[in-house]
């Protein structure tokens, strides 16, 4: 199975905003309506942040949001803060044989 | 309140078994899916296969089917990850996470704290 495709590493000032983006194919990010975005401390859990392409589950602030266009999905994260430092993973539902793929991670660093 | 409690970190020596668990509580244990995800050092998460409580229908992440066994308990809401021949590469962190019960549903919305396999001679 083929990772879909992260920035390795974005960054940005607080205050700004940033976005990461997670490029698919048609076979998944393109054909489904079924993407999330998750935030990883390290030493944690991760963290769903972004549920079916730009959902807030409840808690999420909304300076978190996700959207799609075609083959890719994006995260932007506005107002960073430096809470925010830490990586990030897209995850896509890729049918019934595939099932799911994740992105292979964007470290974010609040400068 | 939800809780996804897996088991203790473990150092193995290649070629011994292993049974990690994920304890669940907090929800109905048959309406979702569970999840494992590995994170092996300094590398991203990768999905390793999903099981449903129900009927035990596994789906195994290609890169890993055959290796690991994945299978629920529903008497005690608890789901297992186990390995019959651990290798050293096996040595990363372990994730049980969960989805809903829903064709495409990719919301894994609560982990457990993870589990530490370290896997060396």
């Known amino acids: 199975q083929s990772a879909l495709t992260q920035p390795r590493s974005v960054s940005g000032s607080p205050g700004q905003s940033v976005t990461i983006s997670c490029t698919g194919t048609?076979?998944?990010?393109?054909?489904?309506?079924?993407v999330s975005w998750y935030q990883h401390h390290p030493g944690k859990a991760p963290k769903l942040i972004i549920s079916d392409v730009s959902n807030r589950p409840s808690g999420v602030p909304d300076r978190f949001s996700g959207s799609k266009s075609g083959n890719t999905a994006s995260l932007t994260i506005s107002g960073l803060q430096a809470e925010d430092e830490a990586d990030y993973y897209c995850l896509s539902y890729a049918g019934t044989y595939t099932f799911v793929v994740f992105g292979g991670g964007t470290k974010l660093t609040v400068l | 309140e939800v809780q996804l409690v897996q088991s203790g970190a473990e150092v193995k020596k290649p070629g011994e078994s292993l049974k990690i668990s994920c304890k669940t509580s907090g929800y109905t244990f048959t309406s979702y899916w569970i999840v494992w995800v590995r994170q092996m050092p300094g590398k991203g998460l990768e999905w390793m296969g999903i099981?449903?409580?129900?009927?035990?229908?596994?789906r195994y992440n290609p890169s890993f089917q055959g290796h690991v066994t994945m299978s629920t308990d529903t008497s005690i809401n608890t789901a297992y990850l186990q390995w019959d021949t651990l290798k050293a590469s096996d040595t990363a962190m372990y994730y049980c996470?969960?989805?809903?019960?829903?064709?495409?549903?990719?919301?894994?919305?609560?982990w457990g704290q993870g589990t530490m396999v370290t896997v060396s001679s």
């Open positions: 099981i449903n409580p129900i009927d035990s229908d596994t």
């Open positions: 996470s969960r989805r809903r019960a829903v064709t495409g549903d990719v919301n894994f919305d609560m």
């Open positions: 048609s076979s998944d990010v393109g054909h489904y309506d079924f």
